[in-house]
C-alpha cells in the first residue's frame, strides 16, 4: 500500500492552513522524497487558489511552477497537493476528479467540518485507469518523523 509520511509539524500547518482560508478551499503542493512505495513529505508549497467557486480549488500556475523549481532547487520532488474540505468530507469530490490528471500523484485532504474543528486529514493517489480515480492511502503522522522545515 502507497503511504504518505507527514511529520506532526507539517500536518499542523496543512490544518492551520485550512483554518486559515474557512471557509474557502486552501490548497499547495507537498514536496518528498519517493522510497518505494512510500513517500516521504519534506515541504509544503501553499499556493495562491485561483478558483472562483469557494468549494473549489484550482493551484495558481504561477504557485505550481515557484513550487516545482523550490523542489528541484533541493533535490525533491513534488510528490503530492493538498487542500481543504470546508464543512465537506476527508473524500475527493466530482470537482477533484475532474481536476486529477497525473499518475500517482498524491492527494491530501483535509476537511474541516467548522472554522474552529480539529482537521481530518487523509490521503488519497490518482491513477487515471482506476475506478473512480481515486484510491485511499496510508497517512502516517507523528510528532518524531524528521522534517527539514524550521
Ligand atoms: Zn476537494
Aim: hydrophobic share 45%.
Amino acid at each position: 500500500m502507497i503511504q504518505l509520511i507527514l511529520p506532526e509539524v507539517l500536518r499542523m500547518r496543512v490544518e492551520h492552513e485550512a483554518r486559515a482560508a474557512f471557509p474557502r478551499e486552501c490548497c499547495g503542493l507537498i514536496g518528498g522524497t519517493w522510497e518505494g512505495a512510500a513517500a516521504q513529505a519534506l515541504d509544503l508549497y501553499p499556493a495562491v487558489n485561483i478558483a472562483e467557486a469557494p468549494d473549489r480549488f484550482e493551484i495558481e500556475p504561477q504557485s505550481h511552477f515557484a513550487a516545482l523549481k523550490s523542489a528541484r532547487a533541493a533535490g525533491r520532488d513534488l510528490v503530492g497537493c493538498y487542500h481543504s474540505h470546508p464543512g465537506g468530507a476527508a473524500e475527493p469530490s466530482p470537482h477533484d476528479l475532474a481536476g486529477a490528471g497525473e499518475d500517482g500523484f498524491l492527494w491530501l485532504i483535509a476537511a474541516l467540518p467548522g472554522p474552529r474543528a480539529p482537521a481530518v486529514l487523509q490521503g488519497f493517489v490518482y491513477w487515471a485507469d482506476q475506478r473512480g480515480g481515486f484510491q485511499r492511502i496510508g497517512l502516517v503522522t507523528g510528532a518524531d518523523l524528521v522534517t527539514s522545515s524550521p
